[in-house]
T-cell receptor, first 116, second 117 residues
Framework: AQSVTQPDIHITVSEGASLELRCNYS??????LFWYVQSPGQGLQLLLK??????LVQGIKGFEAEFKRSQSSFNLRKPSVHWSDAAEYFC??????????????FGKGTKLSVKP | KAGVTQTPRYLIKTRGQQVTLSCSPI?????VSWYQQTPGQGLQFLFE???????NKGNFPGRFSGRQFSNSRSEMNVSTLELGDSALYLC????????????????FGPGTRLTVL
């Protein structure tokens, strides 16, 4: 069965420090991979996506992620964290069932806190 | 372009009642999906509609239902509410203009916070 694992429930980093959020997926075919961010009480905002091609993808707000097929991973990185990055981050895999594209399988999320 | 809108934003109901939530997708988007978010279960897929037809359904009881109108607006209904239905319900739209299931990213609305007392 398809699944997404985010091993870190909560991470705290200092402002200006680098960040890496881990994501591992289980999916038989080539996955469609996403990172979303959610601020308290808000919906989900797409940070970046991987469909095919270059395995290093750039997103909004200075984020990037690298797809590693051999490790079934899609880790999110940012070289220098800002206080406004404090939020919850979700990794997701898109499952295409017979033409349907609506089924995103999400990880449990990683809550990011930023120390001044 | 206006984003995905959901109404109402907050809702309080009591057990046994039913509730209807509404979602207006981004203009031009024909695929609308619904998700339930709870602290315990996380984000779970409910169902997806495309051109007024349900294309896919998650593992939820029949009390959860939905529909989509010709203008792509969607509603979801939960009947006989239970305490465990308290959650943030998120709607997402995507621009599957071809209708062939070509994968596109989903854009989420702010959600409807449902509290069941």
């Amino acid at each position: 069965a398809q699944s997404v694992t985010q091993p870190d429930i909560h991470i705290t980093v200092s402002e200006g420090a680098s960040l890496e959020l881990r994501c591992n997926y289980s999916y038989g075919a080539t996955p469609y991979l996403f990172w979303y961010v959610q601020s308290p009480g808000q919906g989900l905002q797409l940070l970046l996506k991987y469909f095919s091609g270059d395995t290093l993808v750039q997103g909004i707000k200075g984020f990037e992620a690298e797809f590693k097929r051999s490790q079934s991973s899609f880790n999110l990185r940012k070289p220098s964290v800002h206080w406004s990055d404090a939020a919850e981050y979700f990794c997701a895999v898109g499952v295409n069932y017979g033409g349907s594209q609506g089924n995103l399988i999400f990880g449990k999320g990683t809550k990011l806190s930023v120390k001044p | 372009k206006a984003g995905v809108t959901q109404t109402p934003r907050y809702l309080i109901k009591t057990r046994g009642q039913q509730v209807t939530l509404s979602c207006s997708p981004i203009s031009g988007h024909r695929s609308v999906s619904w998700y339930q978010q709870t602290p315990g279960q996380g984000l779970q897929f409910l169902f997806e509609y495309f051109s007024e037809t349900q294309r896919n359904k998650g593992n939820f009881p029949g009390r959860f239902s939905g529909r989509q109108f010709s203008n792509s607006r969607s509603e979801m209904n939960v009947s006989t509410l239970e305490l465990g239905d308290s959650a943030l319900y998120l709607c997402a739209s995507s621009g599957d203009l071809s209708g062939r299931g070509t994968y596109n990213e989903q854009f989420f609305g702010p959600g409807t916070r449902l509290t069941v007392l």
